[in-house]
T-cell receptor, first 113, second 114 residues
Framework: DAKTTQPTSMDCAEGRAANLPCNHS???????VYWYRQIHSQGPQYIIH???NNETNEMASLIITEDRKSSTLILPHATLRDTAVYYC??????????????FGKGTLLTVNP | KAGVTQTPRYLIKTRGQQVTLSCSPI?????VSWYQQTPGQGLQFLFE???????NKGNFPGRFSGRQFSNSRSEMNVSTLELGDSALYLC?????????????FGPGTRLLVL
C-alpha cells in the first residue's frame, strides 16, 4: 500500500470547516483513499473513502486531486466532538487484496470553542 | 445494526499469564481483523480471519494467536504475557460491497500486564 503524509496536528474553531490534507504521491491506479478517525481511547471510526471522484456522506466530504497524489477531508461544521486523530490510508481493495489497514501517525485535530 | 462488540473492555494480568479476548462482529460480516495499539508503535495489524481461516498475518510472535468460529465470532489469545503486551487490542469486522471492503472497529480491550 502507498505511503501517506499528514500534518501532525491542526486546530479549528468550532463551527468552521476543518480541512485535513493528506499527501499520497506514490498512489497507484487501483488504490483507494480511506479516512478513519479515532477519538481518545476509542476504536477507529470509518469516515469515508474514494478512488478518484469527490465523495460526500453525512460525516464529511473527500476531495481528491485530479492526479490523485493528494486529498483533503472536509468536516463542514466542526464541533468539539470532532476532536480526534484522523488517519488517511491508501490501500488496494477487492480482488483478493490484503485486508490489512496500515495506519500512520495521523493528524490530531483539535476543535476549539 | 449493533456494532462490533469486544469483551472484556479492561483486563489486568501479570507477566507469564495468558489471556483470551473476544470479538463479535457486526451481523453479516464474515471477516474479522485484530490490531494492537500502543503509544510507541501506533496501530499495528495482528491477523485477519475469514470463514474460520486465517487469511492474513502481521509481524507478531507466535505467542499471539487467534481463531474464528462458524458464527464469525473471533477470539485472540496471547500466551506468556510480557510487559510490552500492554496495549489496546482492537477488533474490526468488514464486509465487501461492490468489490470494496470497509472495516468497522469495536471499542477495544485495554490490557494491562503487570
Amino acid at each position: 500500500d502507498a505511503k501517506t503524509t499528514q500534518p501532525t496536528s491542526m486546530d479549528c474553531a468550532e463551527g468552521r470547516a476543518a480541512n485535513l490534507p493528506c499527501n499520497h504521491s506514490t498512489i497507484s491506479g487501483n488504490e483507494y483513499v480511506y479516512w478513519y478517525r479515532q477519538i481518545h481511547s476509542q476504536g477507529p471510526q470509518y469516515i469515508i473513502h474514494g478512488l478518484k471522484n469527490n465523495e460526500t456522506n453525512e460525516m464529511a466530504s473527500l476531495i481528491i486531486t485530479e492526479d490523485r497524489k493528494s486529498s483533503t477531508l472536509i468536516l463542514p461544521h466542526a464541533t468539539l466532538r470532532d476532536t480526534a486523530v484522523y488517519y488517511c490510508i491508501v490501500r488496494v481493495v477487492g480482488g483478493g487484496s490484503n485486508y490489512k489497514l496500515t495506519f500512520g501517525k495521523g493528524t490530531l485535530l483539535t476543535v476549539n470553542p | 445494526k449493533a456494532g462490533v462488540t469486544q469483551t472484556p473492555r479492561y483486563l489486568i494480568k501479570t507477566r507469564g499469564q495468558q489471556v483470551t479476548l473476544s470479538c463479535s462482529p457486526i451481523s453479516g460480516h464474515r471477516s474479522v481483523s485484530w490490531y494492537q495499539q500502543t503509544p510507541g508503535q501506533g496501530l499495528q495489524f495482528l491477523f485477519e480471519y475469514f470463514s474460520e481461516t486465517q487469511r492474513n498475518k502481521g509481524n507478531f510472535p507466535g505467542r499471539f494467536s487467534g481463531r474464528q468460529f462458524s458464527n464469525s465470532r473471533s477470539e485472540m489469545n496471547v500466551s506468556t504475557l510480557e510487559l510490552g503486551d500492554s496495549a489496546l487490542y482492537l477488533c474490526a469486522s468488514s464486509y465487501v460491497a461492490g468489490g470494496l471492503e470497509t472495516q468497522y472497529f469495536g471499542p477495544g480491550t485495554r490490557l494491562l500486564v503487570l
